[in-house]
């Protein structure tokens, strides 16, 4: 079945560094969506990518879809206490309805 | 517009016994999701419901587990006999169709 790897599992900053948490597929992905998800928290959705090399931003996230639509990343510039959770792709599968397969997640720690 | 709202936000049960989980999805969302979530880990698609029909259950256990999404009333995720191994976070999403997915808060299930 569909499966979508994320790294790394665990990324420690300090307050103002970049980070970057990337995914990747073997085979081509018709979307892919981005969660964030807060310690003791839920899911909660931050975009979807749908066409080949498009890139979104939201402040200071950016977010990429490659060219062969196989992988994604989530890029945020000078990190904030508030950024601190656990940042998850999903995949999109196709078929009328959007059932999500998970990527394990980047686990972001951020020392002030 | 409420969010989606599932209860209880905690479960405790002795193995054996039963958790009947519910999920009411936002107003106007039809479709359904449940995921399951085990510690440190990402989540995992279960079953894909709309009102009074399963449409995807290919992530639920064979056994012990079921859903239903009736007319009238919430979703229930229902798991027969507990085991040590189905303590997880259950999260519920709904969307409108095909988009993106609301999820609530989860439930946090403790089997001792």
């Known amino acids: 079945g569909q499966q979508v790897m994320q790294i790394p599992q665990y990324q420690h900053v300090q307050e103002g560094e970049d980070f970057t948490t990337y995914c990747n597929s073997s085979t081509t992905l018709s979307n892919i969506q981005w969660y964030k998800q807060r310690p003791g928290g839920h899911p909660v959705f931050l975009i979807q990518l749908v066409k080949s090399g498009e890139v979104k931003k939201q402040k200071r996230l950016t977010f990429q879809f490659g060219e062969a639509k196989k992988n994604s990343s989530l890029h945020i510039t000078a990190t904030q206490t508030t950024d601190v959770g656990t940042y998850f792709c999903?995949?999109?599968?196709?078929?009328?309805?959007?059932?999500?397969?998970f990527g394990a997640g980047t686990r972001l720690a951020v020392h002030p | 517009n409420a969010g989606v709202m599932q209860n209880p936000r905690h479960l405790v049960r002795r193995r054996g016994q039963e958790a009947r989980l519910r999920c009411s999805p936002m107003?106007?969302?039809?479709?359904v999701y449940w995921y399951r979530q085990l510690p440190e880990e990402g989540l995992k698609f279960m079953v894909y419901?709309?009102?009074?029909?399963?449409?995807?259950e290919s992530g639920m256990p064979k056994e012990r587990f079921s859903a239903e999404f009736p007319k009238e009333g919430p979703s229930i995720l229902r798991i027969q006999q507990v085991v040590r191994g189905d303590s997880a976070a259950y999260f519920c999403a709904s969307s409108p169709r095909g988009s993106e997915q609301f999820f609530g808060p989860g439930t946090r299930l403790t089997v001792l």
């Open positions: 999903a995949v999109g599968l196709s078929g009328g309805y959007n059932k999500l397969i």
């Open positions: 107003k106007g969302h039809s479709h």
């Open positions: 419901l709309q009102k009074e029909n399963i449409i995807d």
